[in-house]
């Protein structure tokens, strides 16, 4: 069967012939679409990637590339953020086309039988992992046959939304192929300026699930919480000799929640990194109690060049009441030891937290210059579907949820001690004015310049974030 999948993004990707503009920089190939495509085609499928992170089309011309295909089946990926955008491509391509539409991912999990009952033109749910479920259900329905003994969806049958019984999780991760990138134009996925070192970058994960799972903000400590599994280090190096074979990869993005969380597996990962003797430079995101003097300065010898680590708030009992299982000492002892080993140390912090006031914002924003990280984001705190911090933001009767605002850039949360929302966003905006307007910052920059290159990367950095984190703030 020809099985088209569509990745959605704000701003539908579906727009008018005048509309037509750049795309914005920061993407990175859906790789969980990539590994069912791949599964699906190693079973003798035929399958297309429509990517509306990077593409743009009209509706005409994107019902066209549908019919192209020769598509018979329609697969859409669903995140919160993206749940509205996706109801509208799968309206627009049932009223057109009237295909078979399924949808996956973490949303629709979440609201399996809402997603039904709102929105008649999706016929399937796929809950959680599909790599096993989703090959069954195509082969049922080219095959005409059953879907109740299918583990794992969610489907109509007269009228009536039936639910089958869950699947388990894939517990050995080397079984599920390495993704082909072949379903993506791999040189249309431009980078955020300042977020890589060398060019050309893609994205690995090497984990599903994550270790800690008590964190109140993120979904896998909520009703979506996976046990933490991890590849092999040969089935890792053995992706990473598949990119640099055949695409010349010379970065990789690591893309896993937490990748230093087992020092052991880093270790022999590193060790067998500077065996292969690549041509390679990487970047993780991190726990900072997960790190050591002994792992950064390991990793750095195998090419880490940057580590993201999410830090959330400069004050103690936010932290705590976040459950987040970190203190502000061991976040300064990892930035410390990260700049040590060679490392730039970057920092994620969330604005508007469960009792905060906009002198504790203010906290937050004096302890990231404080750490004088390489790079700060901070985000707007945001009750994602899933979450302890959701189920809170319910219980306070809050109803009226606009999905596409999920993005940690609105103020969809407001915490008692803020007077409105536009005082939350006048903070945010401050906290950038604040970290990246300073002195000390601005010549760490002019002594970190080495060449022309990063010169005109710098100055683009600078250029996005005037342009994505203040001058296009909500509510300016």
């Not at 431009?190 to 270790?211: D, E, K």
């Not at 109690?289 to 792992?295: F, H, L, M, T």
């Amino acid at each position: 069967m020809n099985i088209l999948f569509i990745e959605p993004t704000p701003g539908f990707g579906i727009i008018d012939e005048k509309q037509r503009k750049k795309r914005a920089a920061g993407f990175f190939p859906p790789l969980g679409i990539a590994i069912l495509a791949t599964i699906l085609e190693q079973k003798g499928h035929k399958c297309k990637v429509i990517d509306l992170q990077i593409e743009q089309y009209t509706a005409k011309d994107f019902l066209k590339e549908i019919k192209s295909f020769n598509s018979e089946i329609i697969c859409i990926s669903i995140f919160t953020a993206l749940a509205t955008e996706a109801f509208k491509l799968s309206k627009l391509i049932k009223e057109n086309l009237n295909l078979p539409i399924i949808c996956g991912g973490p949303h629709v999990s979440l609201f399996p039988k809402e997603t039904l009952e709102q929105n008649k033109e999706i016929d399937y749910i796929v809950f959680g992992e599909g790599e096993h479920t989703l090959p069954e259900l195509i082969n049922a329905l080219e095959k005409n046959l059953p879907k109740e003994n299918i583990k794992g969806i969610f489907f109509r049958k007269d009228e009536k939304i039936i639910e089958t019984e869950k699947r388990s999780q894939i517990y050995n991760l080397d079984e599920i192929p390495i993704p082909s990138r072949k379903f993506f134009k791999m040189k249309k996925y431009i980078q955020v300026p300042n977020q890589y070192n060398r060019l050309p970058i893609t994205n690995i994960i090497t984990s599903r699930g994550c270790a800690y799972n008590k964190c109140k903000f993120c979904s896998e400590s909520g009703e979506l919480h996976s046990h933490y599994r991890r590849n092999s280090v040969e089935r890792v190096i053995e992706e990473i000799k598949y990119l640099i074979d055949n695409y010349k990869i010379r970065e990789i993005y690591f893309w896993d929640d937490e990748f230093v969380v087992d020092n052991n597996w880093v270790q022999r990962f590193c060790e067998s990194l500077k065996k292969e003797n690549f041509d390679l430079t990487w970047t993780c995101c991190a726990k900072v109690n997960y790190v050591n003097q002994k792992i950064l300065k390991i990793m750095a010898s195998a090419g880490c060049w940057n580590i993201f680590y999410g830090l959330e708030s400069g004050d103690q009992k936010l932290l705590d009441d976040l459950k987040k299982g970190q203190t502000l000492e061991e976040i300064r002892n990892a930035i410390k030891w990260t700049k040590e080993a060679g490392i730039k140390a970057r920092g994620s912090f969330m604005l508007g937290l469960p009792g905060e006031t906009p002198e504790l914002g203010q906290k937050t924003i004096n302890f990231a210059i404080e750490l004088d990280l390489d790079y700060a984001i901070f985000c707007l705190t945001t009750p994602y579907p899933g979450t302890k911090l959701y189920k809170e933001f319910l219980d306070k009767g809050n109803k009226n949820i606009e999905w596409d605002k999920y993005t940690s850039f609105f103020p969809v949360y407001l915490p008692e001690g803020y007077k409105n929302k536009e005082e939350l966003i006048e903070l945010q905006k401050s906290a950038y004015k604040q970290f990246y307007f300073r002195y000390n910052y601005i010549k760490n920059i002019i002594k970190s310049l080495k060449n022309k290159q990063d010169l005109k990367r710098n100055i683009n950095g600078v250029k996005y974030l005037l342009k994505m984190k203040l001058l296009n703030s909500p509510g300016l």
